[in-house]
Protein backbone atom coordinates (compact mmCIF):
# COMPACT_ATOMS: atom_id res chain seq x y z
CA UNK A 1 0.00 0.00 0.00
CA UNK A 2 1.13 3.47 -0.61
CA UNK A 3 2.14 5.59 1.99
CA UNK A 4 -0.41 8.43 1.28
CA UNK A 5 -2.84 5.67 1.74
CA UNK A 6 -1.49 4.14 5.22
CA UNK A 7 -1.26 7.46 6.47
CA UNK A 8 -4.98 8.03 5.67
CA UNK A 9 -5.96 5.31 7.16
CA UNK A 10 -4.29 5.70 10.08
CA UNK A 11 -5.90 9.16 10.66
CA UNK A 12 -9.04 7.44 9.86
CA UNK A 13 -9.17 5.07 12.86
CA UNK A 14 -7.70 8.23 14.62
CA UNK A 15 -10.60 10.21 14.01
CA UNK A 16 -13.02 7.23 15.29
CA UNK A 17 -10.89 7.22 18.65
CA UNK A 18 -12.76 6.85 21.69
CA UNK A 19 -10.25 5.26 24.03
CA UNK A 20 -10.35 8.18 26.45
CA UNK A 21 -13.38 8.66 28.23
CA UNK A 22 -12.76 12.04 29.56
CA UNK A 23 -11.46 14.19 26.97
CA UNK A 24 -14.19 12.01 24.94
CA UNK A 25 -16.87 13.98 27.33
CA UNK A 26 -14.47 17.35 27.20
CA UNK A 27 -14.63 17.67 23.66
CA UNK A 28 -18.05 17.32 23.80
CA UNK A 29 -18.64 19.60 26.23
CA UNK A 30 -16.39 22.80 24.57
CA UNK A 31 -18.63 23.52 21.85
CA UNK A 32 -21.12 24.49 24.34
CA UNK A 33 -19.00 27.10 25.89
CA UNK A 34 -18.05 28.92 22.52
CA UNK A 35 -16.58 32.16 23.01
CA UNK A 36 -18.57 35.05 20.69
CA UNK A 37 -16.25 35.34 18.14
CA UNK A 38 -16.67 32.04 17.44
CA UNK A 39 -20.65 31.65 18.30
CA UNK A 40 -20.86 30.63 13.93
CA UNK A 41 -18.64 27.85 14.11
CA UNK A 42 -19.54 24.04 14.01
CA UNK A 43 -16.79 22.64 16.15
CA UNK A 44 -14.56 19.84 15.26
CA UNK A 45 -14.86 18.35 18.75
CA UNK A 46 -13.29 14.89 17.55
CA UNK A 47 -9.33 13.40 17.56
CA UNK A 48 -7.42 15.44 15.26
CA UNK A 49 -5.68 13.77 12.09
CA UNK A 50 -2.09 14.68 11.52
CA UNK A 51 -1.41 16.23 8.38
CA UNK A 52 1.58 17.47 5.99
CA UNK A 53 3.68 15.66 2.98
CA UNK A 54 4.01 11.70 3.56
CA UNK A 55 7.30 12.17 2.41
CA UNK A 56 8.74 14.63 4.59
CA UNK A 57 12.03 14.89 6.22
CA UNK A 58 11.38 17.02 9.24
CA UNK A 59 8.58 15.04 11.82
CA UNK A 60 6.99 18.28 13.93
CA UNK A 61 5.52 16.76 17.14
CA UNK A 62 3.49 19.03 19.02
CA UNK A 63 1.48 18.69 22.92
CA UNK A 64 -1.89 18.38 21.80
CA UNK A 65 -4.88 20.24 20.16
CA UNK A 66 -6.01 23.69 21.93
CA UNK A 67 -10.29 23.88 22.67
CA UNK A 68 -10.68 26.94 20.76
CA UNK A 69 -8.13 26.42 18.30
CA UNK A 70 -7.32 22.86 16.28
CA UNK A 71 -10.30 21.14 17.98
CA UNK A 72 -12.52 24.10 16.49
CA UNK A 73 -11.48 23.98 13.23
CA UNK A 74 -10.40 20.50 12.19
CA UNK A 75 -6.72 20.69 11.65
CA UNK A 76 -3.52 20.59 14.22
CA UNK A 77 -2.66 24.22 14.91
CA UNK A 78 -4.96 25.57 12.80
CA UNK A 79 -6.85 29.00 14.25
CA UNK A 80 -4.70 29.38 17.23
CA UNK A 81 -1.87 31.33 18.35
CA UNK A 82 0.53 29.15 18.61
CA UNK A 83 -0.55 27.63 14.75
CA UNK A 84 0.31 31.55 13.70
CA UNK A 85 3.78 31.54 15.30
CA UNK A 86 4.67 27.85 13.40
CA UNK A 87 2.96 28.38 10.00
CA UNK A 88 4.59 31.65 9.70
CA UNK A 89 7.89 30.22 10.69
CA UNK A 90 7.21 27.10 8.26
CA UNK A 91 6.13 29.50 5.30
CA UNK A 92 9.41 31.91 5.99
CA UNK A 93 11.60 28.71 5.67
CA UNK A 94 9.86 27.12 2.47
CA UNK A 95 8.14 24.03 4.38
CA UNK A 96 4.19 25.92 3.72
CA UNK A 97 2.34 27.40 1.02
CA UNK A 98 0.82 30.59 3.32
CA UNK A 99 2.02 32.14 6.58
CA UNK A 100 -0.97 31.43 8.34
CA UNK A 101 -3.83 28.67 8.20
CA UNK A 102 -7.78 29.78 9.64
CA UNK A 103 -8.91 27.10 8.49
CA UNK A 104 -8.98 23.49 7.46
CA UNK A 105 -9.52 24.27 3.67
CA UNK A 106 -7.40 27.24 3.26
CA UNK A 107 -5.31 25.69 1.21
CA UNK A 108 -2.54 25.16 3.26
CA UNK A 109 0.01 22.93 2.00
CA UNK A 110 3.15 21.45 3.84
CA UNK A 111 6.36 20.46 1.88
CA UNK A 112 8.97 18.35 3.06
CA UNK A 113 6.84 18.62 6.74
CA UNK A 114 4.36 16.31 8.65
CA UNK A 115 3.20 17.47 11.60
CA UNK A 116 1.74 14.85 14.40
CA UNK A 117 1.10 15.75 18.11
CA UNK A 118 1.62 13.78 21.23
CA UNK A 119 -2.28 13.45 21.52
CA UNK A 120 -4.61 14.11 19.31
CA UNK A 121 -7.83 15.43 21.40
CA UNK A 122 -7.66 18.40 23.05
CA UNK A 123 -7.31 18.47 26.80
CA UNK A 124 -8.97 20.35 29.59
CA UNK A 125 -6.37 23.07 30.52
CA UNK A 126 -3.99 21.74 27.99
CA UNK A 127 -3.24 19.38 30.26
CA UNK A 128 -3.02 15.35 29.22
CA UNK A 129 -3.22 12.58 31.82
CA UNK A 130 -0.51 10.12 31.74
CA UNK A 131 -3.17 7.03 30.84
CA UNK A 132 -4.24 9.48 27.70
CA UNK A 133 -1.26 10.10 26.32
CA UNK A 134 0.11 6.02 26.77
CA UNK A 135 -3.77 5.66 25.29
CA UNK A 136 -2.57 7.60 22.06
CA UNK A 137 0.84 6.38 22.19
CA UNK A 138 0.31 3.41 19.30
CA UNK A 139 -0.76 6.19 16.72
CA UNK A 140 2.73 8.56 17.11
CA UNK A 141 4.52 5.02 16.60
CA UNK A 142 2.51 3.84 13.97
CA UNK A 143 3.61 7.82 11.97
CA UNK A 144 6.95 7.03 13.20
CA UNK A 145 7.40 3.61 11.29
CA UNK A 146 5.25 5.05 7.84
CA UNK A 147 7.25 8.16 7.49
CA UNK A 148 10.30 6.48 5.91
CA UNK A 149 12.14 9.66 4.77
CA UNK A 150 12.52 11.65 8.43
CA UNK A 151 15.46 13.20 9.13
CA UNK A 152 14.62 15.90 11.50
CA UNK A 153 12.64 15.32 14.72
CA UNK A 154 11.41 18.67 16.43
CA UNK A 155 9.14 18.18 19.11
CA UNK A 156 7.39 21.51 20.35
CA UNK A 157 8.32 22.03 24.20
CA UNK A 158 9.28 19.81 27.22
CA UNK A 159 6.56 17.63 27.55
CA UNK A 160 6.74 16.48 23.47
CA UNK A 161 9.96 16.33 23.82
CA UNK A 162 10.35 13.68 26.84
CA UNK A 163 7.12 11.80 25.23
CA UNK A 164 8.67 11.95 22.08
CA UNK A 165 12.26 10.61 23.43
CA UNK A 166 9.98 7.79 24.94
CA UNK A 167 8.27 6.72 21.70
CA UNK A 168 11.91 6.99 20.08
CA UNK A 169 13.10 3.96 22.65
CA UNK A 170 10.08 1.87 22.49
CA UNK A 171 11.01 2.04 18.23
CA UNK A 172 14.23 0.71 19.28
CA UNK A 173 17.04 3.76 19.14
CA UNK A 174 19.71 3.88 21.55
CA UNK A 175 19.13 7.24 23.45
CA UNK A 176 21.06 8.46 26.41
CA UNK A 177 19.69 10.27 28.96
CA UNK A 178 19.24 14.00 27.33
CA UNK A 179 18.41 17.44 28.61
CA UNK A 180 15.69 19.58 27.26
CA UNK A 181 16.46 23.81 26.32
CA UNK A 182 15.84 26.01 23.51
CA UNK A 183 17.56 25.11 20.59
CA UNK A 184 19.67 21.66 21.27
CA UNK A 185 20.75 19.64 18.44
CA UNK A 186 20.53 15.67 19.01
CA UNK A 187 21.94 12.92 16.70
CA UNK A 188 20.25 9.83 17.39
CA UNK A 189 20.67 6.61 15.91
CA UNK A 190 18.24 4.71 14.71
CA UNK A 191 17.48 0.94 14.98
CA UNK A 192 19.16 0.02 11.61
CA UNK A 193 22.40 2.64 12.31
CA UNK A 194 21.19 5.55 10.35
CA UNK A 195 21.35 8.62 11.97
CA UNK A 196 18.33 11.15 13.08
CA UNK A 197 18.86 14.50 14.26
CA UNK A 198 16.63 15.65 17.27
CA UNK A 199 16.53 19.76 17.74
CA UNK A 200 14.49 21.16 20.67
CA UNK A 201 12.13 24.22 20.86
CA UNK A 202 10.22 26.01 23.47
CA UNK A 203 6.63 26.04 22.86
CA UNK A 204 5.12 28.66 20.28
CA UNK A 205 2.04 28.53 23.13
CA UNK A 206 0.75 32.26 23.83
CA UNK A 207 2.20 31.76 27.59
CA UNK A 208 6.13 31.82 25.95
CA UNK A 209 5.46 33.93 23.47
CA UNK A 210 3.75 36.68 25.42
CA UNK A 211 6.15 36.37 28.09
CA UNK A 212 9.22 36.76 25.83
CA UNK A 213 10.74 33.21 26.89
CA UNK A 214 10.48 32.77 23.61
CA UNK A 215 10.75 35.17 20.25
CA UNK A 216 10.77 35.25 16.87
CA UNK A 217 14.18 35.16 16.49
CA UNK A 218 14.69 32.40 18.90
CA UNK A 219 12.39 30.35 16.99
CA UNK A 220 13.42 31.18 13.57
CA UNK A 221 16.92 30.08 14.74
CA UNK A 222 15.54 26.66 15.20
CA UNK A 223 14.12 26.79 11.60
CA UNK A 224 17.61 27.89 10.52
CA UNK A 225 19.12 25.07 12.47
CA UNK A 226 16.75 22.75 10.47
CA UNK A 227 17.47 23.86 7.72
CA UNK A 228 21.25 23.86 7.74
CA UNK A 229 20.82 20.10 8.79
CA UNK A 230 19.04 18.92 5.99
CA UNK A 231 21.85 20.74 3.79
CA UNK A 232 24.43 18.69 5.32
CA UNK A 233 22.28 15.29 5.16
CA UNK A 234 21.56 16.07 1.46
S1 LIG B 1 -6.32 11.35 23.00
FE1 LIG B 1 -5.74 9.84 21.49
S2 LIG B 1 -6.19 7.86 22.43
FE2 LIG B 1 -7.31 9.41 23.60
S3 LIG B 1 -9.34 9.46 22.62
FE3 LIG B 1 -8.10 11.07 21.67
S4 LIG B 1 -7.23 10.07 19.85
FE4 LIG B 1 -7.96 8.45 21.21
Excluded at 116 to 135: D, G, L, Q, S, V
Excluded at 177 to 200: A, D, E, M, W
Excluded at 218 to 224: E, G, I, S
Aim: proline share 8%.
Amino acid sequence: MKIETELETLQDTVIRCRKCPRLVAYLQEVPQHKPKRYRDWDYWSKPLPSFGDPNARILIIGLAPAAQGGNRTGRMFTGDRSGEWLFNALYQFGFANQPNSLRRDDGLKLDDCYITATIRCAPPKNKPMPEEIENCRPYILEELDLLKKVEVIVPLGQIAFAQTLKSLRLKGFEIPSLSFGHGKVYSLRTPNSQLQTLITTYHPSQQNTQTGRLTRPMFHRVFKMIKKNLEVES
